[in-house]
């Protein structure tokens, strides 16, 4: 990799990582054949648009175990290969979703149990190729009847062990986090938010902004809804192994009141001179207690869609837009302004 150009940074929290604001997402580059791929892609490529992205002077990316059932972990190892703890990015990855390697199309179980999620990080360890990850988070509240003061309790241990950096917690909401606060801070959050998907905004945003939690936001342009290259068309052609071609959000109603937002996103992106990728990931960055965004991307011209979003400050009038079309279409749910 080239030296690294300069992107403007927000602490993460208290864990005394300053974080641009934008970090690349690896769920994508997973590839197909797991029960929430996103259909055939190019490794090859996969690993030039993370480092492509790095190369941009974004300092963090974003994985799971979970992602491609360990394969977005195994690029993102070969993408950083060579590059010592000094020069490397930032490497944030989640636990609790565990396979089943004789199935692999099966959804994953949520499991909470010390035992594997020690297992775990030493597993994402090896496929990374690091000997500490920076941010290690729970992906969702387990179903498998752990209590939330066992499953924290664990990873701020592993933090203590020197094999992660810091502990969060991802899609876990405000009950939870209070349960998780009294055992031990919880440094960072990972929820989903975007334009279309505010839900959050209500409560879990505040709630980390009173007590110093980091919060770093996925699918800000709604597994790209938001792009502004997604139409009906588009939607209508999905292949059968991408998990958006059945889903809601991609499918009328919905589809029709989304793609509206869009547009409203696209006019913010033609006013800043921008691509719309941009706006729609600007939009999530100004709402107080959002440290950071999650971006996607299989390719590296995927990753130059959003990279303008890390100097990109919205106006009252751009914020006034996208609210507008939000409530005359009725789309998605939560608060329709920061």
């Not at 500490?132 to 729970?138: E, F, V």
């Not at 939870?176 to 879990?204: C, M, T, W, Y």
């Not at 209508?236 to 889903?247: F, I, K, M, T």
């Not at 033609?270 to 941009?278: E, I, K, L, Q, Y």
């Amino acid at each position: 990799m080239s030296e690294p150009t300069r992107l403007a940074t927000r602490p993460l929290g208290q864990t005394g990582m300053d974080i641009t604001t934008t970090g690349f997402g690896a769920w994508a580059i997973g590839g197909p054949e797991w029960s929430f791929g996103w259909g055939a892609q190019d490794d090859g490529e996969a690993v030039d648009a993370i480092r492509h992205a790095v190369d941009s002077g974004v300092n963090w990316i974003d994985t799971a175990a979970v992602y491609g059932l360990g394969h977005s972990e195994e690029l993102v190892g070969q993408a950083l290969h060579g590059l010592g703890d000094a020069d490397r990015p930032y490497v944030f990855t989640k636990c609790g979703l565990v396979w089943d390697e004789s199935d692999r199309t099966k959804p994953p179980r949520r499991v909470g149990d010390p035992a594997s999620i020690r297992r775990e990080v030493d597993a994402s360890l090896r496929r990374l190729g690091v000997d500490r990850i920076d941010l290690y988070q729970m992906h969702w509240p387990p179903d498998d009847g752990t209590p939330i003061e066992d499953y924290w309790g664990a990873m701020l241990e592993l933090r203590e062990q020197g094999k992660i950096r810091a502990a969060g917690l991802s899609n876990h909401g405000v009950d939870l986090l209070e349960a998780a606060e009294k055992v031990g801070h919880v440094e960072s959050l990972q929820p989903p938010f975007s334009a279309i998907n505010r839900a959050v905004g209500a409560d879990v945003l505040p709630w980390c902004a009173d007590r110093g939690t980091g919060v770093i936001v996925y699918s800000p342009m709604q597994s790209g809804l938001l792009t502004g290259a997604f139409g009906e068309d588009r939607a209508a052609r999905l292949p059968e192994d991408d998990w958006r071609s059945g889903h809601p959000d991609f499918t009328p109603p919905k589809l029709h009141a989304n793609l509206a937002v869009a547009g409203a996103l696209q006019e913010v992106a033609r006013r800043h001179d921008v691509p719309t990728p941009a706006a729609a990931v600007a939009w999530t960055l100004a709402w107080p207690g959002v440290s950071a965004a999650i971006v996607g991307g299989r390719r590296p011209s995927q990753v130059d869609g959003w990279l303008p979003a890390a100097g990109l400050e919205l106006t009252a009038e751009d914020v006034a837009l996208v609210t507008d079309v939000i409530e005359r279409t009725g789309a998605g749910q939560g608060p329709t302004a920061p």
